[in-house]
């Protein structure tokens, strides 16, 4: 465990403890701090988005004539999230594990403005009128949508320019994630603060409520690895799923204790090359994009805690509201980058966009991070199940799946 874990758990106990103690008595300390972490967090999300989206579209679009490779990729990612999501979303709605929670909320919204539209006016709404205006506003969608298609055009561009402006978004993008881990190291003291707030001002309840939603957000996790991902690599890939999870232990471990997708990748390409046999042509393409883009797990988890919030603010969401859930969750993951806790920093990104206040974000805190542990493994799983069935695809035999190489 890192340190920062073990501060985490620590600001966890010591919050929970705290407030049980003392009571309201805690909350001239307990709430300044939950703020400065919150703020913290909604300081990072629109930098992070502009820059990781645009990044991640360049490092799909620079791979010149992999074209077809990238479309393979593309609807391998799409389509492995969407059935995560809609997993979580099944699960969801069939257990409410929001419905009735009493999680201490006073500011209950008076509607969900976002999603009282119609469905014509919510894609209007996407393409923004003035980018720099939506950035400053905090739309997300709007914001997704232009990174992408500015993204997609810097592809376009003649090779100096390209590269230059693919350097200062690569650039934009890793100061952003050092940034965030950054704000990280105030998570102890926000999940202090936030915890000691809900335990002075709720009790125990809170808790108890909470272990419902995490445990729905592991069955889902659970079905996803053990039933959706095989079934990819069964039908698609058209290989047998025990030899390839066999050579992923390693990789798997290392997602699990890290919770980072990107610091793990190494240990994935290893193991997807040696030990899956994929060529590194496809790995060396298809993993790093992977690690940036392709989240089942977060975005199973993004889908959950949205719909689990709308839940216990008391909101019975329509098929349309759903749907936007589902889309926004997709766009999350695939903007969330591959560190500690990006999952968290995205729930905000689906608040706004569903018009639920941010501050919810504290209510899901409390398990966040053991979550992201098995979410962040389930991501790292994702991306190796693609690299094989994406080898498949491009005709490469994978003899000799799930035996170790020669030392
Ligand atoms: N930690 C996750 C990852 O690196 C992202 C998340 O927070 O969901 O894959």
Redesign the pocket.
């Known amino acids: 465990m890192n340190r920062l874990t073990r501060y985490i758990f620590i600001g966890l106990a010591l919050g929970v403890i705290c407030g049980w103690i003392f009571d309201e008595k805690i909350l001239f300390i307990a709430d300044p701090l939950a703020e400065i972490f919150l703020r913290l967090l909604r300081m990072a999300i629109m930098p992070l988005i502009l820059t990781s989206i645009i990044s991640g579209v360049l490092s799909i679009g620079s791979a010149t004539g992999l074209g077809r490779l990238g479309l393979k990729t593309f609807l391998y990612y799409v389509m492995s999230s969407v059935l995560a999501i809609v997993t979580g979303q099944v699960l969801v709605n069939i257990f409410k594990p929001g419905v009735g929670a009493k999680l201490g909320l006073e500011k209950v919204p008076e509607e969900l403005e976002a999603i009282q539209q119609g469905i014509f006016d919510i894609v209007l709404q996407i393409i923004p009128e003035n980018p720099f205006a939506a950035l400053a506003r905090g739309d997300v969608l709007p914001v997704i949508f232009f990174s992408i298609l500015f993204g997609y055009f810097i592809t376009q561009l003649q090779t100096t320019k390209r590269d230059q402006l693919t350097q200062l978004f690569d650039g934009a993008f890793e100061a952003m994630m050092k940034l965030t881990q950054f704000v990280l190291w105030s998570a102890p003291f926000g999940v202090f603060g936030i915890n000691a707030r809900i335990v002075a001002e709720t009790g125990f309840g809170a808790f108890k409520s909470l272990g419902f939603y995490f445990v729905i957000v592991l069955i889902g996790l659970f079905i996803h690895v053990s039933i959706n991902l095989p079934l990819l690599l069964r039908f698609v890939a058209k290989v047998n799923p025990l030899k390839h999870y066999k050579g992923m232990t390693t990789p798997l471990i290392t997602?699990f204790s890290t919770?980072?997708?990107?610091v793990t990748l190494p240990l994935t390409m290893a193991a997807v090359t040696r030990r899956s046999k994929v060529s590194s042509k496809i790995a060396n393409f298809t993993l790093p994009i992977g690690a940036t883009v392709n989240?089942d797990?977060?975005a199973l988890?993004e889908c959950i805690a949205a719909i689990f919030i709308a839940q216990v603010y008391g909101f019975d969401l329509t098929f349309l509201q759903q749907l936007l859930v589902v889309i926004t969750a997709l766009l999350a993951s695939i903007g969330?980058?591959?560190?500690?806790?990006?999952?968290?920093v995205m729930m905000s990104v689906i608040l706004r966009a569903i018009g639920l206040p941010l501050e919810a974000v504290g209510l899901i805190l409390a398990v966040d991070r053991i979550l992201?542990m098995f979410?962040?493994a389930t991501?790292?799983l994702s991306d190796s199940c693609g690299a094989v069935v994406i080898a498949r695809l491009e005709g490469e035999s994978l003899e000799g799946m799930g035996e170790d190489e020669e030392e």
């Open positions: 997602a919770c980072s997708s990107m989240m797990g977060t988890y969330a980058a591959g560190v500690p806790m990006a999952g968290l992201d979410r962040t991501n790292v």
